[in-house]
């Protein structure tokens, strides 16, 4: 059963920035892409940016431009750095295996001034 550890969260005034970690459970990255979601308050939990088990990274609308999804497989870590961060960024952040429907028990972050 894969396990799957966020943190980084937190508070940031907007414009700034804030990265996401996700500590994994074995040799996950070499077996199945992995995900960032986030879910508002009110809101259906969303894709953010995905990297595939070559290293294929997707950032989808409408963080593309300003969220960035990396790996380090030494270390069995996901990250999702965060940059120029608004107010609509306010969620809980997940990392997740989308074969798997697993996710992590999220991270929060709140962007206010």
């Known amino acids: 059963q894969v396990q799957l550890v966020e943190s980084g969260g937190g508070f940031v005034q907007p414009g700034g920035s804030l990265r996401l970690s996700c500590a994994a459970s074995g040799n996950i990255f070499s077996t199945y892409t992995m995900a960032w979601y986030r879910q508002a308050v009110g809101k259906q939990r969303e894709v953010l940016a995905t990297?595939?088990?070559?290293?294929?990274?997707n950032v989808r609308d409408p963080v593309k431009g300003r969220f960035t999804i990396s790996r380090d497989k030494a270390k069995n870590t996901l990250y999702l750095q965060m940059t120029n961060v608004q107010p609509e960024d306010t969620a809980v952040y997940y990392c997740g295996v989308p074969h798997l429907f697993a996710y992590g028990q999220g991270t929060e972050v709140t962007v206010s001034s």
């Open positions: 990297i595939s088990t070559s290293g294929n990274a």
